[in-house]
Structures are given as structure tokens and as C-alpha cells.
């Protein structure tokens, strides 16, 4: 499965940006998606992820009510609507798919299929 992430650019705080996760050679659907981000100096954190089958949906705390994962079987790919953006917001976010249980679904060793990245930056 490749994925292809897109959408990110630059934003003033308190924007919104929605960023795609389009997928070829395989069936989204049959995988628990998620979104992480990287900034600068950082780790690799959670962000976000969308269940396989039922499409529950869980949240890192720091984007709880401001983030909306979402997906679209028809067209292969899985959105991050980021509402109300924050300059700590900025990083680079990586779209990432697997199967796994779903307690474990917010650890990035989890998932064996990448996308490349796209870069958030929220300034003024």
C-alpha cells in the first residue's frame, strides 16, 4: 500500500487546513489509519486515528475538539480537518496504516505503511 499525504501549508493561528491521505494499491478501509506529526527537534507523536470496520476515531489531548479524522471509502483516502490552529501545531504530518488492536493503535511501531509527509506551519 502507498500513501500519498497532502494539504499542508502554511496558516495563521487560529486557521484551518485539512490534509488528505490518499491510498494505492490496497483498501483503506481494511486498515486502522493514523496521523502523526514531527516537529523539529521533537519526537513523533500521535495525533489522531480512525478504526477499521466501525471508523471509531481517538484523539492526542492537545488536538481533542479542534482535530477531526475522517475517512472516505469511495475514494480511498482519509482526511485531518485542524480547525482553530495553534503555532505548536506546526510539524510535518505523516499519515500511517496497519492493522493492529486498538489499544495499541496510538503507537507509531504499530504501523508498516507510511506516507511521505506534509509540513503544517502556523505563523502569523
Known amino acids: 500500500v502507498q500513501l500519498q499525504a497532502s494539504g499542508g501549508g502554511l496558516v495563521e493561528p487560529g486557521g484551518s487546513l485539512r490534509l488528505s491521505c490518499a491510498a494505492s494499491?490496497?483498501?483503506?478501509?481494511?486498515?486502522?489509519v493514523a496521523w502523526f506529526r514531527q516537529s523539529p527537534g521533537k519526537e513523533r507523536e500521535f495525533v489522531a486515528v480512525?478504526?477499521?470496520?466501525?471508523?471509531?476515531?481517538g484523539y492526542a489531548d492537545s488536538v481533542k475538539g479542534r482535530f477531526t479524522i475522517s475517512k472516505e471509502n469511495a475514494k480511498n483516502t482519509v482526511y485531518l480537518q485542524m480547525n482553530s490552529l495553534k503555532p505548536e501545531d506546526t510539524a510535518v504530518y505523516y499519515c500511517?496504516?496497519?492493522?493492529?488492536?486498538?489499544?495499541?493503535?496510538?503507537?507509531?511501531?504499530?504501523?508498516?505503511?507510511w506516507g511521505q509527509g506534509t509540513l503544517v506551519t502556523v505563523s502569523s
Open positions: 500511517a496504516a496497519g492493522s493492529m488492536v486498538w489499544s495499541a493503535s496510538q503507537n507509531d511501531e504499530m504501523y508498516y505503511y
Open positions: 494499491g490496497g483498501t483503506l478501509r481494511t486498515y486502522t
Open positions: 480512525i478504526r477499521r470496520g466501525d471508523g471509531s476515531s
